[in-house]
C-alpha cells in the first residue's frame, strides 16, 4: 500500500529499528529495490532528489513528479508492503511544490546551509503548507562536507543539541536529520568511519522525533572490487561501516538515506555483464546482473537495519 513516510518512521522510532530510504532516478532501480524489499517483506521508502524529478521531467519538475508518483504509487497499491514517495533534499520551492502537487507521501526541506533562525523560518513555512496538504516533512541541522543540494559545504558541521530541541518543537518537522559526521558519496571519511554517537543520543532524548542518517551507504567494497576489475576506479573510497550503522540505529536513527551503495552495484554488475557477453543488445538482459546486484545490496542493509517482517 502507498503510505505516509512518518508511519513508517514512526513505527520505525517505537520498535528502535531501520528503515532505509532508497534513491531512485529511473524504473529499473525502484524495480531491483522493490524486489529486495518484497523478498524481506520491509517496509519501503523511496526517494528522489530535486535532480532526478529534473532528470525524469526531462526539466520539466512537475513532470518528472507525476513520473514518479505514477509508477510508485500505483505499484504500491498492487503489492502488500507498506511503500512512501518522499523528496530527497528538497531546496527549491517550486520543485517541493511540485512534489506536494504530484503526490509524494513526503518532502525533505533542507534549508540546513541557511542560519539557524532561517532554516527555523523556512521550515516551519513548508510544514504549514506540507501538512495542510497531508504531506510529511523532513528537515536538517548542521551540514554534512563535499557537495549536497547544489551548495558546497566545505567541512562537517555537526548538530547543535539544544538547537535541535528548538528546532523540532518550533517547526513541528515530522522527522529530522542531525547531521553527526557523515558525508553524501564513496569517499566519507579519510580514516577511521567516526561519527558522534553521544550527540545522536542527546538530539533523540530532547527531540523524541524519527531521526534521519544522511550519507548512511556502506560503499561495500565487494562491488567496488567487482566494479574496479571491469575497468571502474574508485580508490580510497570508504562508507558507514555495518557496525556502525547498527550503533546509530541503537541510539535512535530510523530512516537511513542509501544512494551510493546502490549506484556501486549497479555499475559493477553492468560492467561486468557487459565484459562478458558480446553478443546481448536487450536493455532488460545487461541490466539484469546490475539490477540483482542491487537487490542484493537492498536485502543485506535491510537485515542490518532490522526492517525484515515488520509490515
Ligand atoms: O544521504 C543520501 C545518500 O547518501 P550516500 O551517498 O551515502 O548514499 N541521500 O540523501
Ligand atoms: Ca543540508
Ligand atoms: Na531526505
Ligand atoms: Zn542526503
Partial sequence: ???????????????????????????????????????????????????AIKYAGMNDPYRGARFFVNMIKDMANTVDIPIALHLDHGNNFDIIMAAIKAG????????????????????????????AAGVSVEAELGQLSGIEDNVEAAENVLVNVDEAKEFCETTEVDFFAPAIGTSHGAFKFKGEAKLDYDRLKKVKEVTGKPLVLHGASSVVQEYVKIAEEYGADFGGSKGVPADVLKQTVEYGINKVNTDTDLRIAYVAGLREFLAHDAKQFDPRKYQRKAMDYVKKVVMERIDILGSANKI
Avoid: C, Q
Avoid at 532508497?22 to 519501503?44: D, T
Avoid at 513526503?106 to 501538512?131: C, G, L, P, Q
Fill in 104 to 131: 509524494y507521501s513526503s518532502v525533505m526541506i533542507d534549508a540546513s546551509h541557511e542560519v539557524f533562525e532561517e532554516n527555523m523560518r523556512i521550515t516551519k513555512d513548508i510544514v504549514r503548507i506540507a501538512h
Fill in 1 to 51: 500500500a502507498y503510505v505516509d513516510t512518518k508511519d513508517i518512521l514512526d513505527k520505525a522510532s517505537e520498535g528502535y529499528y531501520g528503515v532505509a530510504a532508497f534513491n531512485i532516478n529511473n524504473m529499473e532501480f525502484f524495480h531491483a529495490i522493490l524486489e529486495g524489499a518484497l523478498e524481506k517483506k520491509s517496509p519501503l521508502i523511496i526517494e528522489t532528489s530535486e535532480g
